[in-house]
């Protein structure tokens, strides 16, 4: 239901104004605070107009897996702050996907993406996708060429993530759109980590903006959700039909939990960016750590692109191989840091407000063959880091535990 209408506001307000005032229209009791709205049915004004709404020729609640004023005001918000016309929700960033390629995709058509990406998005165009005759190519992330190459005339989507997890990879966006549309295809964008907040693709040329709303948008780790941010056209044209018979759709109170989560978006993010920032430094001066992985770092091979792609700042997530000799022995260090932990999470999630740390040869990539994931950059040493809110004394201290013990 992503035409209903808006609460009204003024012209040229600022993303962290629309990110706490858009919403659906106050109902008759005045609340200040966003409705939720926990119905799956729908009681209609009259027949006529219920079989006009049936119909989609007036727009109208009818039942709970075609649309949720809940779910209307995420929506609206969320599509405010990436600055598209609208947005989907879905019940997961995974059933986002899903909805966009069952959307845009038939048997024989193409699709590009980039190594690097979220493992189960691999997983599902590149196995299960395939199994429907969809073909795809998998490219390294930041080499322009390689996208340019693989694209063929029965390419339909090109779709990246930038930055990736857990290497903070970052790839092009404006020139990816440019091959996109040259290829007469769409560019999608995972805009997972960098959030709205550090960067709007369709700025830069996108038709397609995917979250796992689960991270950062919810922000602390409460619930599971996804989105794709979109033209009114695509989203009414394309997505609506796909959603109304999949039944992929956000549930209200999920929805309810990240309208919230969206209205301290961009304070959580600055400042855990802020504490992540100040952890790469320290960790890449720390004798225990051989590199670190952080685009907000100089060091970072891709810098200057991620500067200028994310107002200046490197994000909330970082990753740091552990010193050692050979791989058993990277495993056995890293093992001794998380193992170390007093205060911070051994999680495999990220965006939340408590930090939470992960080991991705053993988790994340643990599927993944030695070579596969050498060929990755994934070392047994490597830790991501997903930092939270937490005293950055208290952060350097808690990694401190484990890496100034090391054997
Ligand atoms: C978590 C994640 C997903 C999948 O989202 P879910 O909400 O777990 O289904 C997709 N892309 C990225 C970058 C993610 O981190």
Same mark, same amino acid.
Request: glycine share 8%.
């Given at each position: ?13 600022? #993303? ?20 939720? +709205? ?22 109208? +609640?009818? +039942? ?98 930038? #930055?990736?997890? #857990?290497?903070?990879?970052? $790839? ?19 805009? $997972? ?22 991270? +950062? ?34 549930? #209200? ?93 051994? $999680? ?60």
């Amino acid at each position: 239901m992503s035409k209903q209408v808006p609460q009204p506001l003024p012209e040229g307000l600022h #993303p962290e104004t629309l990110a706490v005032r858009t919403a659906v229209p106050r109902s008759q009791y005045g609340e200040n605070s966003e409705a939720l +709205y926990l119905t799956s049915g729908y009681v209609q004004p009259d027949a006529e107009t219920s079989a006009q709404r049936f119909a989609g020729e007036e727009e109208g +609640y009818t +039942y709970g897996r075609s649309g949720n004023p809940t779910v209307s005001s995420f929506e609206m918000r969320l599509a405010a702050m990436e600055g598209t016309e609208a947005a989907m929700a879905t019940s997961s960033g995974m059933s986002s996907i899903m909805l966009m390629l069952f959307s845009l995709l038939k048997s024989g058509d193409h699709v590009v993406f980039s190594q690097s990406m979220f493992g189960s998005t691999i997983k599902l165009i590149g196995s299960e996708f395939a199994r429907f005759g969809v073909e795809s190519t998998i490219v390294p992330q930041a080499d322009v060429a390689a996208w340019k190459a693989a694209v063929r005339p029965s390419t339909k989507i090109l779709f990246a993530e930038t #930055p990736t997890n #857990p290497l903070t990879d970052v $790839c092009d966006i404006a020139a990816l759109a440019d091959i996109a549309h040259n290829a007469g295809a769409w560019l999608a964008v995972d805009n $997972c980590f960098a959030t709205p907040v550090l960067q709007r693709p369709v700025t830069m040329g996108a038709d397609i903006i995917m979250h796992s709303g689960t991270k +950062y948008l919810d922000g602390q780790g409460r619930v599971m959700a996804g989105a794709l941010c979109a033209s009114e056209k695509l989203v009414t044209e394309k997505f609506l039909p796909v959603m109304k018979n999949s039944g992929l759709i956000l549930a #209200p109170f999920n929805a309810w939990v990240l309208i919230k989560g969206l209205e301290t978006l961009d304070i959580r993010i600055r400042a855990q960016s802020e504490r992540a920032l100040a952890m790469a430094q320290w960790l890449e001066q720390h004798p225990q750590v051989a590199r670190v992985y952080y685009p907000g770092l100089p060091s970072h091979t891709q810098h200057a692109l991620a500067m200028r792609q994310m107002s200046g700042i490197g994000g909330a997530l970082l990753s740091f191989d552990v010193k050692a000799k050979d791989a058993a022995q990277a495993r056995e260090r890293a093992f001794h840091v998380l193992d170390s932990l007093q205060v911070l999470s051994l $999680c495999t999630n990220l965006g939340d407000t408590k930090t939470l740390l992960t080991h991705p040869a053993s988790t994340s990539h643990g599927k993944l063959s030695d070579a596969q994931r050498q060929a990755a950059g994934i070392g047994q040493g490597m830790i991501r880091m997903a930092v939270g809110l937490e005293h950055i004394g208290d952060l350097r201290a808690d990694l401190g535990r484990g890496l100034d013990t090391l054997a």
